[in-house]
């Protein structure tokens, strides 16, 4: 596709319920992030993938977050027993190779999770 | 550890006027790159500049550009002629190995 794409854009869920944060990467790009983003403050990175293997997992804040990838493509960010503390914008970005320096970041919309 | 500061939570600017945005950090490695990111509130991020750190030019994308003070770690972005379009979150960036560390951000304020 054209740019990073990521669904819903908004998710109200109740707390307890599990999500799924969908992620579309550009076409091309083996790289895929997961970043959270908490009201009024900066992007917390979350994970990463080279292809589908996520060789750095220490971001992800509880063993209540998960992520897989399928091939260099798609991306779902499962949040289960959801806290309030889960509600941020959760950013996906790509970019072709994982850290190359010179490789640009090309973020996605985000996905707003309010958790009531 | 990696870590970027942000120290300016808001800053404003008359419009056509300049503003500079601040930020420091600190890595331990020798290659890596430094970035500023603009935030609508579209939540969009969108790549401002990037300056790569043996550079030791300072990078410039037209309205935009940065002065890079490797020794001091300081990584400041400059606004010339302001734009109404230009009020947003900008966020500092350091990317290492393979991860962005992002500063807390500058909410700028535009003003007509």
């Known amino acids: 596709g054209a740019g990073v794409s990521q669904s819903p854009s908004n998710k109200v869920t109740e707390k307890g319920k599990d999500v799924e944060l969908r992620c579309d990467p550009i076409?091309?790009?083996?790289?895929l992030y997961w970043y959270r983003q908490r009201l009024g403050q900066g992007l917390e990175f979350l994970i990463y993938?080279?292809?589908?293997?996520?060789?750095?997992k220490s971001g992800l804040p509880s063993d209540r977050f998960s992520a897989e990838r399928t091939g260099e493509s798609v991306s779902t960010l499962t949040i289960q027993r959801t806290q309030q503390e889960d509600s941020a914008v959760y950013l996906c970005?790509?970019?072709?190779?994982?850290?190359?320096?010179?490789?640009?970041?090309?973020f996605g919309p985000g996905t707003r999770l309010t958790v009531l | 550890a990696q870590t970027v500061t942000q120290s300016q939570p808001e800053m404003s600017v008359q419009e056509a006027e300049t503003v500079t945005l601040s930020c420091t950090y600190d890595?331990?490695?020798?290659?890596?790159?430094l970035f500023w990111y603009k935030q609508p509130p579209s939540r969009q991020m969108i790549l401002v500049i990037r300056?790569?750190?043996?550079?030791?030019q300072n990078a410039t994308e037209n309205r935009f550009s940065v002065n890079f003070q490797k020794a001091a770690k300081s990584f400041s972005l400059k606004i010339s002629d302001s734009q109404l379009g230009d009020a947003a979150m900008y966020f500092c960036?350091?990317?290492?190995?393979?991860?962005?560390?992002f500063g807390t951000g500058t909410r700028l304020k535009v003003l007509a």
């Open positions: 960036g350091l990317l290492g190995t393979y991860k962005y560390i």
């Open positions: 890595t331990s490695e020798s290659d890596y790159y």
């Open positions: 993938f080279q292809g589908n293997s996520a060789p750095d």
């Open positions: 300056q790569e750190a043996y550079k030791q």
């Open positions: 076409s091309g790009h083996t790289a």
């Open positions: 970005a790509s970019s072709f190779v994982a850290g190359n320096p010179g490789d640009e970041q090309f």
